[in-house]
C-alpha cells in the first residue's frame, strides 16, 4: 500500500508521503495501538506534537512496528508552553528522546504566537538542528503572511512546509499561492473538518462521492491530493484508517475539482492563529 503514497519533495532534499496520519486528540492510553495498526496498513507518515502528549507511545509504536527507521517519516512540533519558556534545545532534545530516534523528520514550530515575540528567535535555533542533521526539515504551523514575511527577513532557512486549517470550507488561496511563491508546500490540518461539519450534507460532496462509489470523506482526501497537499487525516477506528487509505483508484475531474473549490466559505472553523498566544 505504501507504495501508491505520492511523496512530496520539500526544500529540505528530502521527500515526505503526501498522506500520512495523524494523532491529535488519540488518547496516550490507545496511540501505540492505533499507530501499530496505521503501519500495518501501509502508512508511513506520522504526524505527532509534544503538545498531543503521546510522542512516548508514537516511539513504541514504530520500534514494535519493526520497520527500519529510515522507512518512516515523523513530525512532530514544538510546544506552546516550551514557546513560552524558550527552552527550544531542551524541548526538542526531550522529543528525540520520547520519540526514542536520534532525528526528526520535521520539526515545525506549532503557533507563531504573533504577541509573544518569540518565533525568529526560535527558529534560528531550529536552523541549528537542521543543520545539525537532527531534523531532516523544519518548518512552520499556523503562521500568517505577515509571520513567513517577519521569518523570511530574519532566516537563512525557509521553512520547508506551513501546516494551516484546510478543508473544503476554509480553502486558504491567498496563503496557498504565497507559500507556492516562496516553495513552502502546504500541509493540511483538520483535512476533514475537524468533525465541525457534518460531511454527508454537503450535496457536492454526496454527488461525486456516489459518482465514484466513494465517501464524502474519501473525496475530500482525494480532492486533497489532487490540490498538491500534503494531509495526515485522524482515524482512531481500523474502518477510518483503511478507507482513508483507499484514495487512490479514483480520480477527481477539473469540473469536480472546480466544485469542490466553490465550498470555500473564507472563514475557519477553529483557533484563529493571531488570537493563539
Ligand atoms: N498544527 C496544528 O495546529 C494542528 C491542529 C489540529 C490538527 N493537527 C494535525 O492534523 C491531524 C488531522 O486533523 P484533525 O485530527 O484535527 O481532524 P480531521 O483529520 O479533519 O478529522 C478527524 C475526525 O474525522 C473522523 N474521520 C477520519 N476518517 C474518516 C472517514 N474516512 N470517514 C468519516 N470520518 C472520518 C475521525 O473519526 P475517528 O477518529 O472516530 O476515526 C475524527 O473524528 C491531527 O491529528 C494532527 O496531527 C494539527
Partial sequence: MSELIPRVALNSGTEIPQLGIGVFLVDPATTQANVEQALELGYRHIDTATGYHNETEVGKAIKASGLARDELFITTKFSNVDHRTGDVKGAFNRSLEMLDSDYVDLYLIHWPMPKLGKFVQTWLEFEEFYR????KAIGVSNFM?????Q???????????NQVELHPLFQQRELRAYLAKVGIKVEAWGPLGQGRFKLDEIPTLTTVA????KTPAQVILRWHIQEGTVIFPKANSLEHQKANLDIFDFEL?????TAIRALDTGHRLAADPAEVN
Wanted: proline share 3%; glycine share 6%; hydrophobic share 50%.
Fill in 132 to 135: 545539525a542533521g537532527q531534523a
Fill in 145 to 149: 503572511i505577515e509571520n513567513l514575511e
Fill in 151 to 161: 521569518l523570511a527577513a530574519n532566516a537563512t532557512v525557509t521553512p520547508a512546509v
Fill in 210 to 213: 456516489q459518482a465514484h462509489g
Fill in 253 to 257: 475531474s477539473e469540473a469536480e475539482l
